[in-house]
Structure formats: structure tokens, C-alpha cells
């Protein structure tokens, strides 16, 4: 894939910052719960500050999904990213599952999303990942309908790819588990997840090895983590000592919607991959 200013490959960090949303989503006495609200508040309140540091001293700019409702608890943080030029993208509204929601919710999850969020830039968010990736048939036409630029949840490819939505496109930045952290760092008994948690530069590692097969392929390198978990000191260390030897190696760092410009104009000059949104008129057996 051909990138700007003839970088070799493209590569993007994006943060999940879903604090304790999680909490109260998944569990309805979640508000009874100080431990597990704790763990979700190290993001905005110690994680994202130790990320933002790095950030500026690196001289990076990148992309944070973030739900509403943690746009209104977590004010501070908000503010501090886009203080710092990063971007800011919806993450739904308080973290809930698409897939249980019908499509009217669906609708007003995003739209009290949205009204948070431009609360605090004054525009809305271009870019949406569904909460646990959870897409459903309506989202993309809900997404389209409100002027999203792309999405960044699905995963029939390495590179970005226009979605076909009948008539209408959305740009799609892929992601899969093994670039997302939750594999290697979260312990969430509360919300069913019980992987074993490893050491910072075992988790880390495939991550890097992805970096490096970007590398060799020119493609994208795409990174999906989160404050409270990759934002842990021991592990944000590793993840600094990292970049400060990849800054190097002529990667176009850039915003997801950087690169989702970027993939537009790959589109309209026909030159872009394009798949038709994955669905099925009925169940099939």
C-alpha cells in the first residue's frame, strides 16, 4: 500500500480509554463495585497522563476512542488529549453491547456519545469502534447517517478497505485480538475475563513482531489498547523504550483519521480495496 511522503509503512496507537464504564455496563450493581471502578479509573487519571507525557515528548499525535459517558465523568482527561493534538474518536456511550441494543437505542447511544463528545472540541468525532468490536447490521447505516468518516472494528484485512454499504462507503481501519491487549493484561473476573496475565515484554512482544511484519510488507501497523491495562508503568516503559527506537525506522506514525483521508483518496482513485458490508439475509445452517 502506498503511503504519504513515501513512507514505507504506516503505524497508529490507538487507546481504548474506557476507565469504569466497563463496570457499569456489564454488571448492574457495577456502581457496588470500588475495586473494579478503581482499576477503570487508573486510565483517565493516571494512565493517559503518563501516555500524553510520552507523547509529547516524542512529538506524536494519535488517536484515543473514547464513550461519552466517560467523555462527562472524566473531563480532565479529555481535555489533556486534546491539549495535546490528539484525536478523539466514539467509542459508543457508556461501553454497552450494540448487539443487545436495538436499533433506535442504537441511535440515541450514539447521539448522546456524540453530543459529549463535541462538547469538548466543538466538532464531532470522524471515527467510531464498537465496544468489544460489536458491529451490528444497522451500525454502519447509523454511522453513515451521522457523518462518520470510518470505522475501526472489523477485521477482513491487514489494510484499510472501503466498506460497500449499498450506495455508500465507510473507510474501515482493521483491528483483530492480537493487537489488542486484553489478551495479555486484562484479569476482569467481574466481566468474565480470566486471561493469565503476562510480564510486560512477554505481552508486548507480539505486538512488536506485528510491527515488524508492517514493516516487511508495507502495510499498517494498528495498535488497540487501553489506559488502565498497556497504561501500567512497567508496561508503558517497555512500550516507550520501544518507540524511542522506532521512531527511526521511517514509519508514518499517524492519526486513524489521517490514515482514513488517506485511504479516501486511495478510494476515489480506484485503487483501494472495497468489500461489501458482511451480512446475510437469514440464518444460515
Not at 77 to 96: F, N
Not at 112 to 128: I, K, N, Q, V
Not at 263 to 271: K, S
Request: some cysteine; charged content about 20%.
Amino acid at each position: 500500500m502506498l503511503w504519504p511522503t513515501a513512507a514505507p509503512f504506516a503505524a497508529a496507537i490507538t487507546f481504548d480509554m474506557d476507565a469504569d464504564s466497563l463496570i457499569h455496563a456489564n454488571d448492574p450493581d457495577g456502581w457496588k463495585r470500588p475495586y473494579a471502578i478503581s482499576m477503570g479509573q487508573y486510565g483517565p487519571t493516571v494512565g493517559v497522563p503518563r501516555i500524553l507525557e510520552t507523547y509529547r515528548r516524542l512529538g506524536m499525535k494519535q488517536t484515543f476512542f473514547i464513550p461519552g459517558w466517560c467523555a462527562r465523568t472524566y473531563p480532565h482527561a479529555v481535555e489533556a488529549i486534546l491539549k495535546g493534538g490528539h484525536e478523539i474518536g466514539c467509542h459508543g456511550w457508556i461501553h454497552e453491547n450494540p448487539s443487545a441494543r436495538t436499533p433506535a437505542e442504537q441511535a440515541e447511544d450514539l447521539d448522546r456519545a456524540l453530543e459529549a463528545l463535541a462538547a469538548f472540541s466543538g466538532t464531532r468525532p470522524r471515527g467510531y469502534r464498537a465496544p468489544v468490536y460489536l458491529l451490528t447490521n444497522d451500525t454502519p447505516g447509523l454511522l453513515s447517517d451521522r457523518g462518520f468518516a470510518y470505522d475501526s472494528s472489523m477485521m477482513a484485512d491487514d489494510q484499510p478497505y472501503a466498506l460497500d454499504l449499498g450506495g455508500r462507503t465507510l473507510i474501515e481501519i482493521p483491528t483483530h485480538w492480537g493487537i489488542d491487549d486484553w489478551p495479555p493484561f486484562a484479569h476482569f473476573a467481574e466481566i468474565g475475563y480470566m486471561m493469565p496475565v503476562r510480564g510486560p515484554t512477554e505481552g508486548l512482544a507480539p505486538f512488536f513482531e506485528e510491527f515488524e511484519a508492517a514493516r516487511a510488507d508495507g502495510g499498517l501497523w494498528h495498535a488497540v489498547w487501553h489506559p488502565f491495562l498497556t497504561g501500567r508503568r512497567a508496561r508503558w516503559q517497555v512500550v516507550e523504550r520501544w518507540l524511542e527506537t522506532v521512531l527511526t525506522s521511517g514509519a508514518w506514525f499517524a492519526t486513524l483519521g489521517e490514515i482514513a483521508d488517506h485511504a479516501e483518496c486511495l478510494r476515489r482513485a480506484g485503487t483501494l480495496r472495497t468489500l461489501p458490508f458482511p451480512t446475510y439475509a437469514e440464518r444460515q445452517t
